[in-house]
């Protein structure tokens, strides 16, 4: 297909070649009413190293819902309910990731999967998913900063000193994505590495502790699974206990997911990633290894050292207290590891609410580029920071002092909620853009195989992604049915309206339309391998071998 006459005049006006240079034989828009070419716009760089996205795509979304929800989770699901959940959420999360990675081995710019979206399958679908996934992300950084300052009540329980805590919270994660990105891939490193110790020392230490190695010297091995048993019941279908042991798994499908939230991170940041294709495949391609090891683990060890009845999982005092490794270890009678691991915890939260923050921007920005959000927040310092974004993105870390008033736990839960079912839209358009870029390369003759990244399960992964997914949407509020409560109906299912409203919304205003298979644009804007990446440099020494492979 011919270029156009504006475009080739824009290309000869020194269009930025990093960004991404076109070619001619493939489709390419340049009508300006997409912004599919937002190269000469687009002003952040490149500073995440690879040991950067290494360590946040293995630890970057190990916090309180793993290390505090799975707590919940064996309370309301039993040992083998919660695994089961955790399980068939991890699949869906893993569907989800190896999509956008694909998509973002082809095209690793600015506006990720939102705009994938817009590109390949509807610019309206793209407008609602952006904005859908900016407020899930947004609302989750004062879900992680009440988090945060929950878990500092184990050392100091004033209630007066909770708006001080959220306050310094809250500024510190500001500052950290105020000063750039490359600040925030140095302390997502050091929060990862602290994550993965802590991680590592729960189901070592769980293991100990089930094989009869704590000070009381009491072998369990699986004896809670037997004794009060491997599932628990929701309490909804008393009088029919295998219908309500199914709808205890279903129950914590929710919590589940949360745990999962944010594995998208690196894909999100590609555009400032150095030699971002290489270092997302390789990101992609370790994650599996990460569910297996670091949640099912994790939850398995946990379903054997404390029974799902015990009485320490009923509270929600939001503190280390109510992690299941903390109960066993109390009842172990190890006494100086709970404040460690509150510690470590508190951190995981932190750094959550700070990627959150992260995700946030940066999806705002995308959408600025395309025209699909106000200009202003296109805004990017001499450095590459979208600062306009960011400190849009920051003002939500402001909602965490409603905890000060209204009772952290309620807060709390009904974040959530919102955000997590929020998160389930994100996926599901992952899947669902995949699906259309699948057909679109296919219909144009291109070989998904010549990416640096492909997964040889696909498409299958992502229609089991997209299955899943939208029953976990029209499900996840199940539990109101049998006890209507309005607030909680809103939570579960406000985003379904609000979606569908922010799609409709866009395809009136603009007219536009679901691309064909040969209609979709895999060029314009997007860079060649060649102005991407940078020769790997093979390791030089025993240090750098070591490195190479944890990295």
């Known amino acids: 297909m011919s270029q156009s006459k504006d475009y080739d005049e824009k290309a000869d006006h020194g269009s930025s070649l990093e960004k991404g240079a076109v070619h001619d ?3 390419q828009h340049t009508d300006n009413k997409y912004h599919f070419d937002a190269a000469d716009l687009d002003r952040v760089q490149r500073k995440l190293k690879q040991r950067h996205v290494q360590m946040i795509a293995i630890a970057g979304t190990l916090g309180t819902g793993l290390f505090l929800g799975s707590g919940h989770s064996l309370q309301a699901a039993g040992p083998l309910g919660a695994l089961i959940a955790y399980a068939v959420v991890g699949t869906t999360a893993y569907a989800s990731l ?5 998509m973002t081995s082809h095209a690793p710019i600015s506006g990720t ?10 610019p309206a679908f793209g407008f609602a998913l952006g904005w859908n996934y900016f407020y899930t992300n947004a609302i989750s950084v004062p879900v992680e900063i009440t988090a945060a300052g929950i878990l500092l009540t184990f050392w100091d329980d004033k209630h007066s000193h909770q708006a001080g805590y959220t306050a310094v919270i809250c500024f510190a994660a500001c500052m950290i994505n105020i000063f750039g990105v490359r600040w925030f891939g140095e302390s997502e490193f050091v929060f990862s590495i602290i994550k993965l110790l802590l991680i590592t020392l729960l189901i070592i230490t769980g293991l100990v502790i089930d094989l009869g190695g704590g000070p009381n010297h009491q072998r369990l091995g699986f004896h809670y699974w037997k004794d009060p048993g491997p599932i628990a019941g929701a309490g909804l279908e008393p009088k029919h206990p295998s219908l309500d042991r199914f709808l205890g798994i279903v129950s914590v499908i929710v919590q589940a997911a949360f745990s999962f939230q944010g594995m998208e991170l690196v894909a999100i940041a590609a555009s400032e990633t150095v030699s971002p294709r290489r270092n997302i495949a390789k990101a992609v391609r370790r994650v599996f290894w990460r569910i297996l090891l670091f949640y099912l683990l994790g939850v398995l060890i946990t379903g ?25 270890m109390t009842r172990a009678g190890i006494k100086v590891l709970p404040h460690i691991i509150n510690a470590a915890i508190f951190t995981s939260a932190f750094s959550a609410g700070n990627s959150f923050l992260f995700c946030a921007s940066r999806v705002l920005y995308g959408l600025a580029l395309r025209g699909q959000a106000p200009k202003i927040f296109t805004y990017c310092t001499r450095s590459g920071l979208p600062l306009a974004a960011v400190l849009a993105a920051s003002s939500f870390g402001l909602l965490a002092f409603m905890n000060v008033s209204s009772g952290a736990s309620t807060v709390f839960n009904w974040f959530v909620n919102l955000s997590t079912v929020g998160g389930f ?24 195989k010549k990416l640096v990244y492909y997964n040889p399960l696909q498409p299958y992964l992502s229609y089991w992604g997209l299955f899943w997914i939208t029953l ?5 509020g199940f539990t109101v049915f049998w006890d209507f409560n309005a607030s909680s109906f809103l939570t579960s299912y406000i985003n379904v309206p ?21 209609e979709m644009d895999f060029v314009t804007g997007i860079p060649t391998i060649e102005e991407t990446e940078i020769p790997e440099e093979p390791p030089r020494n025993f240090g750098e071998k070591v490195a190479a492979i944890l990295f």
Not at 98 to 102: D, L, M, N, P, R
Not at 426 to 442: I, P, Q, S
Not at 472 to 476: E, P, S, T
């Open 98 to 102: 190896c999509a956008v990675g694909e």
């Open 498 to 518: 609000i979606f569908i409203g922010l799609y409709v919304f866009w395809k009136v205003l603009k007219r536009t339309k679901v691309w064909k298979p040969h």
């Open 425 to 448: 839209f994100g996926w599901w358009g992952m899947n669902l853009t995949y699906l259309a870029f699948y057909r679109g390369f296919k219909a144009q003759g291109l070989d998904r």
């Open 472 to 476: 976990f949407i029209l499900i996840n």
């Open 113 to 122: 999967f939102p705009h994938f979206a817009a590109r390949w399958v509807d």
């Open 304 to 328: 054997m050292l404390v029974p799902y009845n015990d009485p320490n999982l009923l509270k929600t005092s939001g503190t280390a207290a109510e992690s299941p490794y903390v109960i066993a």
């Open 25 to 27: 034989y493939v489709v």
